[in-house]
T-cell receptor, first 114, second 107 residues
Framework: ETGVTQSPTHLIKTRGQQVTLRCSSQ?????VSWYQQALGQGPQFIFQ???????GRGNFPPRFSGLQFPNYSSELNVNALELDDSALYLC?????????????FGPGTRLLVL | GQNIDQPTEMTATEGAIVQINCTYQ??????LFWYQQHAGEAPTFLSY????GLEEKGRFSSFLSRSKGYSYLLLKELQMKDSASYLC????????FGKGTRLHILP
């Protein structure tokens, strides 16, 4: 158990719709990152939040947006869904301990866009 | 550009040792992660190397050479449950993953 939870576990949407995915991490995990993982590929970095501010972004269009809340929860919002958005979406929270970064992943949300 | 390379697939025998290599070229470097990912599951943290050298954690060890842009994950006394994908990822303020190495363990 990593202490990071995500909801929902699975989701089916149609092209053009909007979706909100949620993540909850442990107290003290100030950094949360979101990733998209297509089948057979490594996770692709979407963006990262630190203390409720976005502080890093990958090569994803603006229709991918996020929020981080003071209670260590966060959201990934995707507007105008496209078929290629079908993937596993992972959030990961980071707690710095002993000089090293330990990043814990949630179980993921599997999104299917039809 | 950012590039992380690792073999696509490897096969090893139960009880043996296997080394999974990773080479990287990134614009910055804070450290390197190794993750294990079973099919249909989220990645599980294995190691994070910041300094050059070998770090051992039970049956798993991870090595880093920053000057060579090279790391490897060493798995000893392989068990069937070690069949999984192994992901190398570079931390340069954002985490960049390789495509993963699918490891097959034969009895």
């Amino acid at each position: 158990e990593t202490g990071v939870t995500q909801s929902p576990t699975h989701l089916i949407k149609t092209r053009g719709q909007q979706v909100t995915l949620r993540c909850s991490s442990q107290s003290g995990h100030n950094t949360v990152s979101w990733y998209q993982q297509a089948l057979g590929q490594g996770p692709q970095f979407i963006f990262q939040y630190y203390r409720e501010e976005e502080n890093g972004r990958g090569n994803f269009p603006p229709r991918f947006s996020g929020l981080q809340f003071p209670n260590y929860s966060s959201e990934l919002n995707v507007n105008a869904l496209e078929l290629d958005d079908s993937a596993l979406y992972l959030c990961a929270s980071t707690m710095t301990a002993g000089g090293g970064e330990t990043q814990y992943f949630g179980p993921g949300t599997r999104l299917l866009v039809l | 550009g950012q590039n992380i390379d690792q073999p696509t697939e490897m096969t090893a025998t139960e009880g043996a040792i296997v080394q999974i290599n990773c080479t990287y070229q990134t614009s910055g470097f804070n450290g390197l992660f190794w993750y294990q990912q079973h099919a249909g599951e989220a990645p599980t943290f294995l190691s994070y190397n910041v300094l050059d050298g070998l770090e051992e954690k039970g049956r798993f060890s991870s090595f880093l050479s920053r000057s060579k842009g090279y790391s490897y994950l060493l798995l000893k006394e392989l068990q069937m449950k070690d069949s999984a994908s192994y992901l190398c990822a570079v931390d340069n303020d954002k985490i960049i993953f390789g495509k993963g190495t699918r490891l097959h363990i034969l009895p």
